[in-house]
């Protein structure tokens, strides 16, 4: 597993992977995003600071410290063929180191819908604390925060 900045050429691949049913599902709400729309995905992550997780040097998902009324939310998506193997994990990982050793945040927040139970299996394995829940466009959504130290 390898992170490396989002390049604008990232669009097509991120595109597929956005695409894919098991990814779409909660990520998206179930609709497959426009091209464009991904691009829109690929420039707001470029701006602040999101990362392509690569494989063998392929890109196989995003992870990102997305703003969020001031603070940081954890994001990330993998190609389901990646899925099961600890690579979100690791990414996810340096993705906070990066958050609470260069961006000195105190914390770093997660919302996750009710049904994604693979995304809060990763939320504690990564130490992150349930704080509540809220109501998502969709889903209900847990939210989550993982504090510095
Ligand atoms: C959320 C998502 C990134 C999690 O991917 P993942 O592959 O399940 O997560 P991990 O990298 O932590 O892998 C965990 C699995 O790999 C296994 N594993 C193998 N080696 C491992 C290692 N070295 N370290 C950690 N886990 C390892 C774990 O046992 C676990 O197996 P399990 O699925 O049977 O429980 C992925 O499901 C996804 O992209 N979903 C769609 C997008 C989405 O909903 N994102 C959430 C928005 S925040």
């Known amino acids: 597993m390898e992170l490396r900045p989002i390049e604008p050429?990232?669009?097509e691949a991120l595109h597929a992977i956005f695409a894919e049913p098991e990814v779409r599902r909660f990520l998206f709400?179930?609709?497959a995003p426009a091209r464009d729309e991904t691009q829109r995905h690929l420039e707001a992550a470029r701006e602040h600071g999101g990362w392509a997780v690569c494989d063998d040097g392929e890109i196989v998902g995003l992870v990102s410290l997305r703003p969020a009324g001031g603070e940081r939310e954890l994001m990330i998506v993998l190609s389901r063929r990646c899925w099961g193997r600890g690579i979100a994990f690791a990414a996810a990982q340096?993705?906070?180191?990066h958050g609470f050793d260069v961006l000195k945040l105190e914390r770093i927040l997660?919302?996750?819908d009710l049904p994604n139970e693979?995304?809060?299996?990763?939320?504690?394995?990564?130490g992150f604390e349930v704080t509540g829940e809220s109501a998502g466009p969709k889903y209900r959504l847990r939210t989550y925060e993982k504090r510095a130290g």
Not at 94 to 97: F, G, I, L, T
Not at 119 to 125: D, E, P, Q, T, V
């Open 110 to 112: 997660a919302s996750v």
């Open 29 to 31: 709400d179930d609709v």
């Open 94 to 97: 340096a993705a906070m180191r």
């Open 118 to 126: 693979r995304s809060h299996r990763l939320m504690r394995r990564l």
């Open 9 to 11: 050429d990232d669009g």
